[in-house]
Structure formats: C-alpha cells, structure tokens
C-alpha cells in the first residue's frame, strides 16, 4: 500500500524567503503526485501535479516540484514566499493503474506560516 | 453548479446522535468521494462512487458510517450513534473518469462535524 511521509508539521518562513516543504513517499513503482493547499476553513486546492515525463512540474502561484526517484521524494519550492502563502500544504499519491486509481492517500500536511 | 457544494458548513451534535452530510458534485463529474480531515492528520479515504457501479466503502471506519448517492448526482454521508471521535472535517469531492482525470478532484469547503 503507498504511503507519504511530510516530515514538516510546521515551517515558518519570512516573507520574501525561499520556501521548501518536503514529501516522501512509498510505492511501489513510480506513482502519480499532488501537492494541495487548504487556506483555513476551505476545500483543499491542486498547486500541482506530476504524472511523467520532466521531473520538474510547474504550478499555480508561482510553485514548482521536482520529482526525485532515487529519494522517493517529491518536494514543493517557491523563490519567494508572499504572506498570503501561509496554509497548510499536503503531498499526495495516487496509483496510476489497477483497482484503486482513484484513491488519493495523502500525508499529514505541514502548516506553513509567514512571518512579514 | 460552479464547484463542489457541501452543507452544513458547520455541525454541532450530541453524542448518540445520527448525522446527515450532503455533498453536491459539480455537474458532469460522475466520480464522487468523501474523505475525512481530523486534527493533527492528513485526509483519510471513506467512500468511492463511480456512476452506477458499486462504491468502494473500504475506508468507512465503521458500520456506523454510511453513504448513498441518489441519481448519480447528490450525496449523503450517515453517521449513526456519533462519538466523540467522529469530530472532524468531513470533506467531499468530485472528479470526470476515466484515466488520469480520476485524479482531477475538485473539493467542496467541507463540514466540520463536532460532538459533544
């Protein structure tokens, strides 16, 4: 069964800093990958997502991830963190064939708060 | 509608209560899931609806917990008897099949579910 790991429960970044939350991940081949950002009392929205290919994915405000096989890891990066960046993130994985590929199983996020 | 709607937005029960949560996918997604958010941990995996086949209930953590989906459409989350373990947010979403899109969630804001 796969599995996430976020090792971060929380990070705090000055605004302008670099930011970098990292997820690993267990399974057995290479699986599909989310990051998802939840403002507080809201749903959970996709940043970004890898399914193959360019193991550097681009997403939304200004995220990116790098998908690294040999680590099992799939970590977030954005250059310069704006205040209104402070969430929680969570890492997810999905398997891309068999019975369950619809089943998302997600790590236990890792609360980002900014600091002006 | 626009996005995924969820409601109440907020519960408050006794405990031995019944519970009902509604969720109202957007138009179009046949898929339909419910996942649970309780503090501290990431979003557990409930229940799967996908058209007229059989739903995956092989994350309802006990036969307390039911779900239905009427019409393809709308669906109700039942929690029978609550506890006050089953405090949490209870999150649904929705998404087009097959393939990759499985993964194409959209998330409603959730109901957040309090015992007492």
């Known amino acids: 069964a796969q599995s996430v790991t976020q090792p971060d429960i929380h990070i705090t970044v000055s605004e302008g800093a670099s930011l970098e939350l990292r997820c690993n991940y267990s399974y057995g081949a290479t699986p599909y990958l989310f990051w998802y950002v939840q403002s507080p009392g809201q749903g959970l929205q996709l940043l970004l997502k890898y399914f193959s290919g360019d193991t550097l994915v681009q997403g939304i405000k200004g995220f990116e991830a790098e998908f690294k096989r040999s680590q099992s890891s799939f970590n977030l990066r954005k250059p310069s963190v704006h205040w209104s960046d402070a969430a929680e993130y969570f890492c997810?994985?999905?398997?891309?064939?068999?019975?369950?590929?619809?089943?998302?199983?997600f790590g236990k996020g890792t609360l980002l708060t900014v600091n002006p | 509608g626009a996005g995924v709607s969820q409601s109440p937005s907020n519960k408050v029960t006794e405990k031995g209560k019944d519970v009902e949560l509604r969720c109202d996918p957007i138009s179009g997604h046949t898929a339909l899931y419910w996942y649970r958010q309780s503090l501290g941990q990431g979003l557990e995996f409930l229940i799967y609806?996908?058209?007229?086949?059989?739903?995956?209930k092989s994350g309802l953590p006990s036969d307390r917990f039911s779900a239905e989906r009427t019409g393809g459409s709308v669906s109700t989350l039942t929690i029978q008897r609550t506890q006050q373990e089953d405090s949490a947010v209870y999150l649904c979403?929705?998404?087009?099949?097959?393939?990759?899109?499985?993964?194409?969630?959209?998330f409603g804001s959730g109901t957040r579910l309090t015992v007492v």
């Open positions: 979403a929705s998404s087009f099949t097959p393939g990759r899109t499985n993964y194409g969630y959209t």
């Open positions: 997810a994985v999905g398997a891309p064939s068999g019975g369950s590929n619809y089943k998302l199983t």
């Open positions: 609806f996908q058209g007229n086949s059989a739903p995956d």
